[in-house]
């Protein structure tokens, strides 16, 4: 088989070091290729000898490189679409050395979520340790990229930073690029779900039709059960909308579905009852794909039914449901409802993680309602080319005249 040119040994040593990262320890010893192989497989179902890693980490001397199946094979262990992907990816990404006290504080954060007894899903202490933990991050992206690594071998990464505090402002950078990190070590059906809506999401926004279809093809492979996260049925049939809306297909039996699914769940009484999630992922879904009737019907139930006033609640969310029902008034003619719901908005509480995506949407607003502003339309303009979202525009400019 082809060697791949000797010119890439900066990236094989690149390469190895992220395996390691990945498998957790230096690889030092045949025993250490050996659990290595063994590790590739059960994750990806393909087989690298232990022999053919001993001469990759230059256990064993060997006069040739390895081959183009061997590196890409690794590069998927590590979370890779390929070796290719790994080597573009690592040369856009400039590595700070580390002094001792970021490792340890990297080494901190990632202890509170690998050794901290969370009592459930809804653990408000832990909700508020991973806000902040978040917020420490975002100030020091440099230690960012080992954090997602990290966490998303523990439990409480998955179920909360992954899960829970899904970073739609950064689904085009940081947090979208890690989600390959989560979906290589949680395998069950409801995680691969959780991960190819939310970056099905981030391609439609992006309007890479490409990736909308791979994703959308992912998520379609698995069945959802009657005790599946009521949000994880708004992100399943988010997917079938966005695909079929960027397609050009026929919407009307997913339409179906999601009323079917939505009375199915409202006579659930659990933990999850108390936020609209499934209301809050589907409606602006229906928005975006040219549903506003609909989208109305499950803002209004969230709101009669899950009052603002709830200390309980994440005000954020809240915001972000008033912002979609006055988008919702616009496209169907009720400026004077929109206006009273505008009035309403206050740009400093939305949510942290969407800040920008609702912002960009409050812009559209208020320039529909009321005159144009050409610093708030050069505001705009830098979001989406910020967040890459280029087909919010466009969509929104579709629907709303």
């Known amino acids: 088989m082809k060697s791949i040119d000797k010119s890439t040994d900066s990236a094989y040593l690149l390469l190895k070091n992220e395996i390691e990262e990945t498998f957790g320890k230096k690889i030092n010893s045949a025993r250490d290729c050996l659990l290595l192989s063994e590790e590739v497989f059960s994750k990806n179902s393909f087989t690298v000898n232990s022999n053919t890693l001993r001469r990759f980490f230059g256990l064993v001397k060997s006069p040739n490189s390895p081959s183009h199946t061997t590196v890409d094979i690794l590069s998927k262990y590590c979370g890779f679409a390929s070796f290719d992907e790994f080597k573009k990816l690592k040369n856009n990404f400039k590595k700070s050395t580390q002094d001792y006290y970021s490792q340890s504080i990297l080494n901190y954060l990632v202890s509170l979520f690998k050794e901290t007894t969370v009592k459930n899903y809804r653990d408000k202490t832990f909700v508020g340790v991973t806000e902040n933990t978040i917020n420490f991050l975002q100030r020091h992206p440099e230690l960012i990229d080992k954090f997602q690594r990290a966490v998303s071998k523990t439990k409480n990464g998955q179920d909360f930073y992954y899960e829970q505090f899904v970073n739609v402002d950064g689904l085009n950078s940081y947090y979208g690029n890690s989600l390959r990190y989560y979906l290589v070590e949680k395998k069950n059906a409801e995680a691969q779900i959780f991960g190819h809506s939310v970056l099905c999401l981030k391609d439609w926004l992006s309007e890479n039709t490409v990736g909308v279809k791979k994703h959308y093809d992912e998520v379609i492979k698995y069945s959802l059960t009657k005790i599946s996260r009521p949000d994880l049925y708004g992100r399943f049939f988010a997917t079938q909308l966005f695909f079929t809306e960027i397609f050009g297909l026929p919407k009307e039996k997913i339409l179906t579905r999601i009323l079917q699914s939505h009375n199915a769940i409202r006579q659930k009484n659990d933990d999850f009852r108390l936020f609209p999630h499934f209301e809050y992922v589907i409606a602006p879904a229906l928005l975006l794909s040219g549903h506003p009737e609909e989208a109305l019907y499950y803002i209004d139930y969230a709101f009669n039914n899950y009052p603002d006033k709830d200390t309980r609640m994440e005000q954020g969310f809240y915001q972000t ?23 309403q908005l206050f740009p400093a509480r939305f949510y942290f993680l969407s800040k920008k995506i609702n912002t960009i949407l409050y812009i559209f607003l208020s320039q529909h309602l009321y005159k144009k502003d050409p610093g708030s339309d050069l505001q705009m303009n830098d979001l989406i080319k910020e967040t890459g979202f280029i087909r919010l525009h466009k969509i929104l400019k579709i629907y709303i005249s």
């Open 321 to 343: 449901m008033y912002l979609i029902k006055a988008l919702v008034c616009c496209m169907t003619d009720r400026n004077k409802e929109a206006e009273k719901l505008y009035l």
